[in-house]
């Protein structure tokens, strides 16, 4: 079968490699689409390394049961699914407190092991769950991670309705915490991002206030939207550092002692420092993937029409373009929500 595999900085090719064969507890899914996340961007351009290499990038999938190994019992070939790419024990503590993504055994599909940009994948059956009839291939890729990791983000916000919430980076995590803020009633909603094109789609989704620190004040612009007080909560979604300071900064009241919530999303490859004063009686939470839980509950919400995600599905191209899906999300001279690839 076809897969996307990474061999190294910039290495990126389209193998053939052996079809894989369900082994116990575990489910062959035929992948009908995947999508590109920018960690898989991120491999590519050395920011980060895989477990492994060579290895299948993508952990974002959807596709059909192909076939189920000995004890599987809650799936069967032909049903719809959507990747869970988080690969739990079940049984560790954290996995019996429903938080399957602290699991103390836990691997990531895409980066400790083969993952969604190929023909097929086995994963164990708790990582697969069931995709509702009315959400497309595409929608439930882009649901196993962009849509999932925002929600999961903002329930780590705690936010209220009424709230302020500042999101830093519109890329496709960024432009569905914009989503999320609006459908859980915050009151203002701000999008930061460099690229204009990604404000744009900000607005789309719902934001209040778009701004682009190369010609706005983003400190001064919230201190001017929230009367001094701060921003209740800063999603950082970028992985940029100096975003960072921005977020941690624009929680900050005036007085020095209101302040709210960053939640940082973004991986971050230099350390975080801050200062006591920085977050007094407020909250630095990093946020680490989404729980199982989480996934079903933003499926539903898709199925029910709760929220619209389809202004995410901004490019389709075919397994063997990966690299053009690669480059449109390293050039940024477009709006670019997910690139979903075409794995069938």
């Given at each position: 079968?076809?897969?996307?595999?990474?061999?190294?900085?910039?290495?990126?090719?389209?193998?053939?490699?052996?079809?894989?064969?369900?082994?116990?507890?575990?489910?062959?899914?035929?992948?009908?689409?995947?999508?590109?996340?920018?960690?898989?961007?991120?491999?590519?351009?050395?920011?980060?390394?895989?477990?492994?290499?060579?290895?299948?990038?993508?952990?974002?999938?959807?596709?059909?049961?192909?076939?189920?190994?000995?004890?599987?019992?809650?799936?069967?070939?032909?049903?719809?699914?959507?990747?869970?790419?988080?690969?739990?024990?079940?049984?560790?503590?954290?996995?019996?407190?429903?938080?399957?993504?602290r699991c103390r055994n836990r691997q990531s599909v895409g980066h400790h092991v083969d993952g969604t940009f190929a023909e097929y994948i086995a994963v164990p059956e708790r990582?697969?769950?069931?995709?509702?009839?009315?959400?497309?291939?595409?929608?439930?890729?882009?649901?196993?991670?962009?849509?999932?990791?925002?929600?999961?983000?903002?329930?780590?916000?705690?936010?209220?309705?009424?709230?302020?919430?500042?999101?830093?980076?519109?890329?496709?995590?960024?432009?569905?915490?914009?989503?999320?803020?609006?459908?859980?009633?915050?009151?203002?909603?701000?999008?930061?991002?460099?690229?204009?094109?990604?404000?744009?789609?900000?607005?789309?989704?719902?934001?209040?206030?778009?701004?682009?620190?190369?010609?706005?004040?983003?400190?001064?612009?919230?201190?001017?939207?929230?009367?001094?007080?701060?921003?209740?909560?800063?999603?950082?979604?970028?992985?940029?550092?100096?975003?960072?300071?921005?977020?941690?900064?624009?929680?900050?009241?005036?007085?020095?002692?209101?302040?709210?919530?960053?939640?940082?999303?973004?991986?971050?490859?230099?350390?975080i420092s801050v200062g006591f004063g920085d977050v007094r009686e407020g909250q630095l939470r990093v946020s680490g993937d989404?729980?199982?839980?989480?996934?079903?509950?933003?499926?539903?919400?898709?199925?029910?029409?709760?929220?619209?995600?389809?202004?995410?599905?901004?490019?389709?191209?075919?397994?063997?373009?990966?690299?053009?899906?690669?480059?449109?999300?390293?050039?940024?001279?477009?709006?670019?929500?997910?690139?979903?690839?075409?794995?069938?």
């Amino acid at each position: 079968m076809r897969a996307a595999r990474y061999h190294g900085e910039e290495d990126l090719r389209i193998d053939d490699v052996d079809r894989p064969a369900p082994e116990a507890d575990e489910v062959l899914v035929n992948l009908r689409a995947a999508s590109l996340c920018g960690s898989d961007v991120n491999y590519l351009t050395g920011k980060t390394d895989p477990a492994s290499s060579p290895i299948t990038l993508g952990h974002e999938g959807a596709g059909v049961v192909d076939s189920v190994g000995d004890g599987v019992d809650h799936v069967t070939a032909g049903d719809r699914v959507v990747i869970h790419y988080v690969e739990s024990c079940g049984t560790c503590r954290p996995c019996s407190r429903g938080n399957d993504n602290r699991c103390r055994n836990r691997q990531s599909v895409g980066h400790h092991v083969d993952g969604t940009f190929a023909e097929y994948i086995a994963v164990p059956e708790r990582a697969v769950v069931t995709l509702p009839a009315g959400v497309s291939f595409a929608e439930g890729s882009v649901a196993g991670c962009a849509v999932s990791t925002a929600y999961h983000a903002l329930q780590r916000a705690d936010i209220d309705p009424g709230d302020t919430v500042v999101v830093f980076g519109a890329g496709g995590v960024g432009l569905h915490a914009v989503l999320w803020a609006e459908s859980l009633g915050a009151g203002t909603t701000i999008a930061v991002d460099l690229a204009d094109p990604q404000l744009d789609a900000a607005e789309t989704y719902g934001a209040d206030v778009t701004l682009n620190p190369e010609r706005d004040d983003v400190l001064e612009r919230v201190a001017a939207a929230t009367d001094g007080w701060g921003a209740d909560a800063a999603i950082e979604c970028s992985g940029s550092s100096v975003a960072m300071a921005q977020a941690v900064d624009a929680i900050n009241g005036d007085n020095g002692y209101e302040s709210g919530t960053v939640v940082s999303v973004g991986i971050q490859t230099e350390d975080i420092s801050v200062g006591f004063g920085d977050v007094r009686e407020g909250q630095l939470r990093v946020s680490g993937d989404h729980r199982r839980s989480e996934l079903m509950e933003v499926l539903t919400l898709l199925e029910t029409g709760s929220v619209d995600i389809s202004p995410t599905l901004t490019h389709e191209v075919a397994l063997e373009n990966l690299q053009e899906g690669v480059d449109l999300v390293r050039e940024g001279e477009e709006t670019v929500g997910r690139v979903v690839v075409d794995t069938s």
